[in-house]
């Protein structure tokens, strides 16, 4: 399921059942990462949010919700991070997918693609994070 198109991930509703305060700032963040059906610049963000927010302050808000794992960022080829919703059951990590279109430079989270991957650490390693990236064309874009 999509957290754009649900109604039981509202922004206050994520906050607060994080243990975290549901300030203004916060909200219209993550209302715009919610809201979004695929992860965004922080240029995007703030266009999105039309100025309510200033540039510093918005970085700051996308840091925090990175930070309690609300949200995770994803750096492209282009070296330009992108943010997006974490689904709740990514709490404590972030393991699911993306797809980077090659045309439109977009990236999607791939929320429901299984993550069980074969793969064997060294001893005493153990894994945090996984970032795998499929590239190729999107929707959109093939149907141009």
Known sequence: MSLSHS???RPEDILLAAGERATPARCAVL???LAAERALTH???G???ELQLNRVTLY???EWL???RIAHKIVDEDRVWRFNASPPAETTSHRHAHFRCKRCISVT???NMSTTFALSLPAGFRSQEVDLTISGICAACAGK
Do not use: D
Request: charged fraction near 20%.
């Open 7 to 9: 109604p039981l991930f």
């Open 31 to 33: 209302g715009a990462l």
């Open 43 to 45: 240029l995007e963000i």
């Open 47 to 49: 266009a999105r949010l």
């Open 60 to 62: 700051r808000v996308l």
């Open 66 to 68: 990175v930070q309690h």
């Open 109 to 111: 989270c791939l929320e």
